[in-house]
């Protein structure tokens, strides 16, 4: 990480990380951090969408650095893809350390959504507009 990187997308999502979402070493669970980027995709696609969306796949994540307790979560996103009735996203995880001014890069995936009607099918995607 450099002192010139920069997420990529919206900031779409900020949260703080508590003791109760982590391990007895005090790292934040990954679960907790995926579940973040999820919600951020979701909203995200969701003011897309118009309406419902679902997460149809997660792909290619890693986890770069931990998260600390007291760290605050910054989810960005950004819509690389919208399909028929699917929307990928580029999604970003940055945690901004405690009592330090210093944001680094802590995880990224790739999350696919789609676009659901009233009885779960899914349903073609707005025109954007
Ligand atoms: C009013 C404004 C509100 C705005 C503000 C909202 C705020 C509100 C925030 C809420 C935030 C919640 C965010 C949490 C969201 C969950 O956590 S949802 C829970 C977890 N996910 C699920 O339970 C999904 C379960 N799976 C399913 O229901 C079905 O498999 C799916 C995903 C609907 C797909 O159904 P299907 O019959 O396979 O559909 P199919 O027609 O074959 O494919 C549909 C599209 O999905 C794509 N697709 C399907 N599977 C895959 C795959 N594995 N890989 C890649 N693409 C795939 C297809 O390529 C296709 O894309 P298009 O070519 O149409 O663009």
């Not at 990954?30 to 999820?38: K, R, Y």
Request: a negative charge; hydrophobic letters at 40%.
């Amino acid at each position: 990480m450099t002192d010139t990187a920069k997420p990529t997308g919206e900031l779409t999502l900020r949260t703080l990380a508590m003791p109760t979402d982590a391990n007895p070493a005090g790292d934040i669970f990954g679960g907790w951090v995926m579940s973040q980027m999820d919600l951020a995709s979701g909203i995200r696609a969701g003011e897309r969408a118009h309406g419902r969306v679902v997460t149809a796949a997660v792909k290619e994540m890693a986890f770069e650095l931990p998260v600390k307790i007291g760290d605050t979560l910054n989810v960005y996103t950004e819509i690389t893809r919208v399909g028929r009735t699917s929307i990928t996203l580029q999604v970003e995880a940055w945690a901004h350390r405690g009592r330090h001014r210093i944001l680094e890069k802590v995880t990224a995936g790739i999350f696919i959504m789609v676009a659901l009607d009233e009885d779960g099918k899914p349903t073609p995607l707005p025109v954007e507009g």
